[in-house]
């Protein structure tokens, strides 16, 4: 019983540091999300309300917190490329994968 606990114990930690690490790479990547979104030409009011709105001014651990909540309920956030839910994208190559692996048994 102690193996199943260490063991079960041992994937929350691996889990949590993978996602403390993408977590950190991605904040120490250049560029502003927020000039993304809106374009190089956007205005300084717009660009600081949508910072406020997507939560850019809090603290990273406050970040962190809202991302793994999101996270753990499903809420992936939005692709800046697609500009849809992350969700219905990894929806959809999940069922390409599944077709993938039915069509390898076969």
Do not use: C
């Amino acid at each position: 019983m102690t193996y199943i606990v260490n063991r079960l114990l041992s994937i929350v930690l691996t889990l949590w540091l993978i996602s403390v690490i993408t977590f950190a790479v991605t904040s120490i990547l250049p560029g502003d999300v927020a000039m993304m979104i809106l374009g190089t030409q956007s205005n300084p009011t717009a660009l600081a309300g949508l910072r406020e709105q997507l939560g850019l001014n809090d603290s990273l651990v406050v970040q962190y917190g809202r991302w793994i909540g999101g996270m753990l309920t499903g809420d992936f956030g939005h692709s800046l490329v697609f500009k849809e839910p992350i969700s219905e994208l990894m929806a959809q190559k999940m069922k390409a994968s599944a077709l993938i692996v039915v069509m390898s048994m076969a």
